[in-house]
């Protein structure tokens, strides 16, 4: 079992940032990669970023040069460093870890308006 929980989402204006962590508990050795969804009103949830057991990372092409996703291992957390945040990046942020399934924090709401 993994425990993942979300913090750091809120109300930002058009250009700014945000950091959101994901602190991760449980069977942590088991776990391959994580990442980033997102899910915006009415629509499908999506891809953010990943970062594998390797360092490798992955990007939606949306967010590239915007969005970086991290990890601190002495910590047990996974963050995601927004910049330069867009209208469009409006949504509900979930943490994801993938051990043999895919376990999925609450989500956190980011608002991207002025």
């Known amino acids: 079992q993994v425990q993942l929980v979300e913090s750091g989402g809120g109300l930002v204006q058009p250009g700014g940032s945000l950091r959101l962590s994901c602190a991760v508990s449980?069977?942590?050795?088991?776990?391959?990669?994580m990442g980033w969804y997102r899910q915006a009103a009415g629509k499908q949830r999506d891809l953010v970023a990943r970062?594998?057991?390797?360092?490798?990372?992955l990007y939606a092409d949306s967010v590239k040069g915007r969005f970086t996703i991290s990890r601190d291992s002495a910590k047990n957390t996974v963050y995601l460093q927004m910049n330069s945040l867009k209208p469009e990046d409006t949504a509900v942020y979930y943490c994801?870890?993938?051990?043999?399934?895919?376990?999925w924090g609450q989500g956190t709401q980011v608002t991207v308006s002025s």
């Open positions: 970062i594998y057991s390797s360092g490798n990372t």
């Open positions: 994801t870890a993938t051990t043999f399934r895919m376990y």
């Open positions: 449980g069977s942590i050795s088991s776990i391959t990669n």
